[in-house]
């Protein structure tokens, strides 16, 4: 008899025990995806700021100039942090527009040219698994060319100043727009140049 109730309450212990680990599971998933969400609405915060300081820049206001450093240093720190806790914050983790506000972090961070490459091969990975166009790792690849004094591929980089607006160089103007189809790019060169130089500065 009392062989009957230790295996009966072992049993139930062991129910009792699945069902805790069950609940667990789902507490840490569901925390998982509200760290995930707030992460996504800091990266977007994060981009927009970028692109304020970026917008009110004059080039010849030291100022301006070092608003803007300090927020790419800023951004880049944190987006660090953030590859600490979750990885490289895909669309599959934070969605479209947060991987995107995270690439152009990166992008933008010219001084840290650590986390410029850890980007470069998580967007290629991200291009290869078929989550997102190769666009973001075709202008991050040339984005490191630039930075390095060496032809870019893809023909990403335009050289703009109050006088000029061109391309920057190439590694071969003959193929590079085969190179930009082939990650996702719907204009040619020519377009894409002639799009850029018209933008209002």
Known sequence: MIHFLTRKYSASALLLLFILCLNL??????????????IATELISMFQQDQAVRKNLITDNPSTIEKMLSTDHYNAERLNEIIQMIGWPSANKVGADASKAAFFIAQHAINNRPLMELALMNLERSFNSGEQSGKYFAMMYDRLKLLDGEPQ????????????????????????????EEKGFQQDLDSYQKEVCERPE
Not at 25 to 38: L, V
Not at 156 to 171: A, E, P
């Open 25 to 38: 599971t789902e507490i840490e998933h569901a925390y998982a995806t509200e760290q995930k969400a707030e």
């Open 153 to 180: 591929k893809y023909g990403t980089q335009i050289i703009r100043n109050k006088n000029s607006c061109s391309v920057y160089l190439l590694l071969d103007k003959e193929k590079v727009n085969v190179y930009r």
